[in-house]
């Protein structure tokens, strides 16, 4: 009798041209994990993206040949690390194509980002009886600094409405629009629901009014490509490990008019250009919003993660999460007692849902004991939530290493705790 043969999988033949997601995933050192005897299928991107290898030996190449401290030092290493640091912001810069590094401000992410703007364009526009105009889908980053501002200076923090899919009802938003509001902070990408924002018709209207749009891209970043001039926005915000790239960096580009006006909102060294006890006078853009020692290889990392993405190409990317979002959609929605979250036309690649019966947490435990990592709870949108008469949803976000197999693994990982449930 012969032998048994071994299994062995085919090996993947890349087509020319084609996006090769079993190839990315080896650029990810991290994919090699097993959870719980199985092969990671990590769908939780949306929370925090994976590193490529090229991102982790950028960090490690700085750190071992180039690490000093920036912008004043005479010294070769001090030269040479300002050079990779203001490197990374001309690589933001031309990323999502603004007009100068003068507008690229680094940040911790985008949380401090729209702390930035709401603490120093906030305080010096915002009166009482002002209003601010946000969306019922934001991100808790897009609504509490928000809400900082407003109480601080006695103007309103006003949300526009939802339609029952989960895409903003842009009538509502448009008739929200008036003589008393100062500016309209937006999500690009919903990170509850996945839906898109139509940021053009959006942006357009506000500036009908003489209105400035900041728009949070923490979700979008990563996933399309994010141009700042043909958006017209004049505040864009994003985080580094949303785009695969470390965490504790991000920036915020705004809009160099706007920028010029605005008081610094964190003082010390950096900032500056001279300082007595009595007064001090400012530096330049972009160094008068960054001041103290900048996380630095943070932006080295980053600087590497755009230039990965770019490598592989944004259209591409893009696509490919598209075909894998369909590829979900239509799997869950053939799942018994699986309702999804957000559905509106135009979708990222997330997928939040509810399962009858089964709390998202015992879902997001049982997925994990499978290999499969997702995020359940109120993903920091609990307005979004209470929108759904929800508390929690479980939620799968796909980034430029999932495969279709990392699909099917859900899907049949789910098919289980429904089988656990009854
Ligand atoms: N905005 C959106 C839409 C997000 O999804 C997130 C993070 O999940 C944030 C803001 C906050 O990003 P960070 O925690 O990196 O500042």
Known sequence: ???????????????????????????????????????????DSAASAQQP?????????????????????????????????????????????????????????????????????????????????ITHLEHHANIVPWQMACAAHGARLVAAPLTADGALDLPAFVALLNDRTRLVAVAHVSNALGTVLPLRELVAAA?????????????????????????????????????????????????????????????????????????????????????????????????????????????????????LLAQATAALQELPGLHLVGTAPEKAGVVSFTLDGVHPHDIGTLLDAEGVAIRTGHHCAMPAMSFFGLTATARASFGCYNTSADIERLVTALIKVREVFG
């Open 1 to 43: 009798m012969n032998a048994p043969r071994a299994q062995v999988s085919p090996p993947h033949i890349a087509v020319p041209g084609e996006f090769d997601a079993e190839q990315v995933r080896a650029d990810f050192p991290i994919m090699a994990r097993e959870i719980n005897g199985r092969p990671l299928v990590y769908l």
């Open 207 to 323: 500036h009908r009014h003489g209105v400035p749009v900041l728009v949070d891209g923490a979700q979008a970043i990563a996933h399309q490509r994010v141009d700042v001039r043909a958006l017209d926005c004049d505040f864009y915000a994003f985080s580094g490990h949303k785009v695969y790239g470390p965490t504790g960096i991000g920036a915020l580009y705004a809009r160099e008019a706007l920028l010029a006006q605005m008081p610094p909102w964190q003082g010390g060294g950096d900032m500056i250009l001279s300082v007595a006890i009595e007064s001090s006078t400012y530096n330049d853009l972009p160094w008068r919003f960054e001041a103290g020692t900048p996380n630095i290889s943070g932006a080295v990392g980053l600087g590497a993660a755009l230039e990965y993405l770019e490598g592989l190409g944004l259209e591409a990317v893009h696509q490919h999460e598209r075909r």
């Open 53 to 133: 290898r090229a991102v982790l030996d950028a960090i490690e190449h700085y750190a071992t040949t180039t690490h000093a401290n920036v912008h004043r030092g005479v010294h070769t290493l001090s030269q040479e690390a300002t050079a990779a640091f203001e490197g990374a912001r001309e690589r933001v810069r031309a990323f999502i194509n603004a007009r100068s590094t003068r507008e690229i401000i680094f940040t911790r992410g985008t949380t401090e980002a729209i702390n930035l703007v709401a603490q120093s364009w906030g305080g010096m526009r915002l009166k009482p009886g002002d209003e601010v105009l």
